[in-house]
């Protein structure tokens, strides 16, 4: 059986990685196991936040939908990579939540730039999940540092129609 997975709130967070804005949102950040089970706890720690912002069940379960993409490409980026540890946790899912947006980040730890989407379209097998996100997102970009890289979204919230100076304000790189 695993234990729970380490949760931290910001403050304690040795890698701030929040949109650069004040705000009324609580940002909270956990660390993963690179395994299967690590995406429906990535699903839940996510809805937990963001139930505090939102009483939109759909609104819920879009951004679970997109934590749930992004959570099993960094599972399957890691495990690419090696087996890791039992005790070792090298993903990390960030997610901050506020009325009028929900940013989301995960990370991992292979430094490769994200493949190319599938071309299959929807009958394809694999590839689907980043095309997924970015019709749901207001915003999605890639960071890359020596020892791995951060996928960052922004979803707007239900109703909410982010203008171009907002995702700016957020931090959304132009």
């Known amino acids: 059986m695993t234990p ?4 931290v709130d910001r403050a304690a967070s040795p890698t701030v990685l929040w949109p650069a804005i004040a705000g009324p949102y609580r940002p909270s950040w956990i660390a993963l196991r690179a395994e299967p ?7 839940c720690f996510a809805g937990d936040v963001v139930s505090g912002h939102t009483l939109d069940v759909d609104h819920a379960y879009l951004i679970r939908l ?13 495990r690419a990579l090696r ?8 993903l990390r899912l960030d997610v901050a939540a506020c009325n009028r947006w929900t940013f989301l ?3 991992d730890p292979d430094h490769r730039p994200l493949p190319a ?3 299959g379209g929807q009958l394809a097998d694999h590839g689907r999940g980043l095309a997924i996100v970015d019709h749901v997102a207001a915003a999605r970009w890639v960071t890359y540092a020596e020892h791995g890289k951060t996928v960052h979204v922004i979803v707007a919230a239900p109703d909410a ?13 132009t």
């Open 4 to 7: 729970d997975p380490v949760v």
């Open 37 to 43: 089970e690590s995406v429906a706890r990535a699903r």
């Open 66 to 78: 997109v934590v749930s993409e992004l959570a099993t490409n960094a599972v399957n980026a890691a």
């Open 83 to 90: 087996d890791w540890p039992y005790d070792a946790l090298p």
């Open 105 to 107: 980040a995960v990370t």
């Open 117 to 119: 989407s599938d071309k």
């Open 161 to 173: 129609e982010l203008t171009a100076a907002e995702l700016q304000q957020i931090g959304v790189p």
